[in-house]
């Protein structure tokens, strides 16, 4: 793996005095790079997903709230402090689901409190500095994670993975996908299924052209699919990413990620989520406290830009589920695999 890490997609990049992301709403047809400088334009780039994944749009965020602050011209802190909030509170209504994006901008928001005794400009440039370090941070857990996840893949694995958890969703190399690059860098002759996941189509579009680029095995299937194959005897392990994960373990992904639970435990199949610790909410008991982001009818009802459904047909177009945390086998972080009981081995990993 460390041979790949020149090598490997970054999906946001600070250059000088903008961020620079690479459009996944144009992939994999065309590598677009945009060049993102103000608030605003970072708060589109969240909510129309040219950004996605709970640690990218954390990342995109810092360097968001920094494009935010830094043309503000109060002189007191505590005016100062009031505009703040008000940047960070618009930036968290982009997508309410992803944990990652409110914990770095608390993150933030403390690091200007600890300093408020300095100049406002030494503070920005503090702000800055502290996206830059939340982005670095975020490459070597996403490193790690593929470590540890790694010892749980035996040779010859067939993974079975549910949307984009690679590097376009973090700073580098990706969660779930991480243990996948690091199993193949192992020569594990793994073979990954790739759900297509519906409706958007992270699946099709991103993880197999990111698959695809890393030369690793893969076979492209339909959502419905992926029981068929379990039930054959083709699935060894299931592997997704998270946007929240409750205290006890209840964890909020990708809209269809519920179901495989579920199918995964039917058939006798460990099912892992691998996720940073930034992405554990333990001010949060379990899954019914996870606000769920509802997008647009438009979603399901059209299909690049064509009619897909009847005029005027409802739609309900849920972006996420809750798997319980009864389905989930264990945790692959940073700082090691989490087993059961969830609640109080995040609480011991975390002290």
């Known amino acids: 793996m460390d041979n790949d890490i020149d090598t490997a997609i970054q999906s946001i990049e600070w250059r000088d005095d903008?961020?620079?992301?690479?459009?996944?709403?144009?992939?994999?047809?065309?590598e677009v790079y945009s060049d993102i400088r103000d608030v605003g334009r970072m708060w589109e780039a969240i909510k129309k997903l040219r950004v996605r994944g709970a640690p990218a749009i954390g990342i995109a965020a810092a360097y968001g709230f920094y494009l935010g602050i830094k043309e503000l011209t109060e002189n007191s802190f505590q005016s100062f402090f009031?505009?703040?909030?008000?940047?960070?509170?618009?930036?968290?209504?982009?997508?309410?689901?992803?944990?990652?994006?409110?914990?770095?901008?608390?993150?933030?928001?403390?690091t200007i409190e600890a300093h408020k005794d300095k100049e406002i400009s030494?503070?920005?440039?503090?702000?800055?500095?502290?996206?830059?370090?939340?982005?670095?941070e975020d490459k070597r857990t996403c490193k790690k994670i593929g470590e540890h996840g790694n010892e749980l893949v035996e040779k010859d694995a067939r993974?079975?993975?549910?949307?984009?958890?690679?590097?376009?969703?973090?700073?580098?190399?990706g969660t779930a996908l991480s243990v996948i690059?690091?199993?193949?860098?192992?020569?594990?002759?793994?073979?990954?299924?790739?759900?297509?996941?519906?409706?958007?189509?992270?699946?099709s579009r991103l993880t197999a052209w990111e698959l695809m680029n890393a030369e690793i095995p893969m076979k492209l299937i339909t959502d419905s699919t992926a029981g068929s194959l379990m039930q054959q005897g083709k699935v060894d392990l299931v592997m997704v990413g998270a946007d929240r994960v409750a205290?006890?373990?209840?964890?909020?992904?990708?809209?269809g990620t519920y179901p495989l639970a579920v199918l995964a435990r039917e058939n006798n199949l460990p099912f892992y989520v691998?996720?940073?610790?930034?992405?554990?909410?333990?001010?949060?008991?379990?899954?019914?406290?996870?606000?769920?982001?509802?997008?647009?009818?438009?979603?399901i009802t059209h299909f690049n830009g064509s009619e897909v459904a009847p005029k005027k047909a409802e739609a309900y177009n849920p972006a996420f589920d809750i798997t319980p945390h009864r389905y989930i086998t264990g945790f692959i972080t940073e700082k090691g695999i989490v087993e059961p009981p969830f609640d109080e081995n995040f609480s011991r990993y975390l002290e």
């Not at 503090?126 to 939340?134: E, F, G, N």
């Not at 205290?247 to 809209?255: E, F, Q, R, S, Y």
Request: one cysteine or more; hydrophobic letters at 35%.
């Open 18 to 30: 903008h961020v620079r992301i690479l459009d996944q709403t144009y992939l994999p047809g065309r």
């Open 181 to 203: 690059y690091h199993a193949h860098e192992a020569e594990k002759d793994i073979q990954v299924w790739v759900d297509e996941t519906r409706p958007l189509l992270q699946g």
């Open 122 to 136: 030494d503070i920005k440039n503090i702000v800055l500095k502290t996206a830059k370090t939340i982005h670095d």
């Open 82 to 110: 009031i505009e703040v909030e008000r940047v960070a509170e618009y930036l968290e209504s982009a997508r309410p689901t992803a944990v990652n994006l409110h914990w770095a901008l608390e993150r933030l928001k403390t």
């Open 274 to 299: 691998a996720a940073p610790f930034s992405t554990i909410d333990m001010d949060l008991g379990n899954g019914d406290a996870i606000p769920i982001e509802e997008r647009e009818a438009e979603e």
């Open 159 to 173: 993974i079975l993975t549910h949307c984009n958890t690679g590097s376009l969703a973090t700073g580098r190399y």
């Open 247 to 255: 205290a006890n373990g209840d964890t909020a992904n990708k809209i």
